[in-house]
């Protein structure tokens, strides 16, 4: 799968969760559909779990195509630094000025750096 296919994947998988848990809220803690609809949530969870982690292996392996600069999200929201890789300096930019790829590689980079602060 694309990382466009598992994206619409798991959008689909949070609106069905979304609804699913509002149809179960709404029976009574005695009906046998809560108990089945329990389980069916249950495996969409799951599944939902899995395409999360197939997105995440997807945005490492983008992450092993290097650029001539480096990318990173400012300390301010919505706005990303670029590395000039003449001047060496960083450059700020709004997020939404720039390509989709470039904003997964910086929160890719982002994950990998709070999971190493963690692991330390």
């Excluded at 779990?49 to 480096?70: H, M, N, S």
């Excluded at 000025?97 to 982002?110: C, G, L, M, S, Y």
Aim: charged fraction near 35%.
């Amino acid at each position: 799968m694309t990382v466009v296919e598992v994206r619409e994947a798991l959008a689909r998988e949070e609106v069905w969760l979304a609804e699913a848990g509002k149809v179960l809220a709404a029976l009574p803690p005695d009906d046998p559909r809560r108990q089945k609809g329990a389980e069916k949530l249950r495996q969409r969870q799951e599944k939902h779990r899995a395409l999360k982690q197939q997105l995440q292996k997807i945005e490492d392996d983008v992450l092993e195509i290097r650029y001539p600069f480096a990318v990173r999200w400012s300390r301010q929201k919505g706005v990303m630094e670029i590395r000039d890789c003449f001047t060496g300096g960083w450059l700020i930019v709004e997020a939404s000025q720039v390509p989709d790829h470039w904003r997964w590689e910086a929160t890719a980079i982002a994950r990998r750096e709070r999971a190493a602060r963690k692991a330390a």
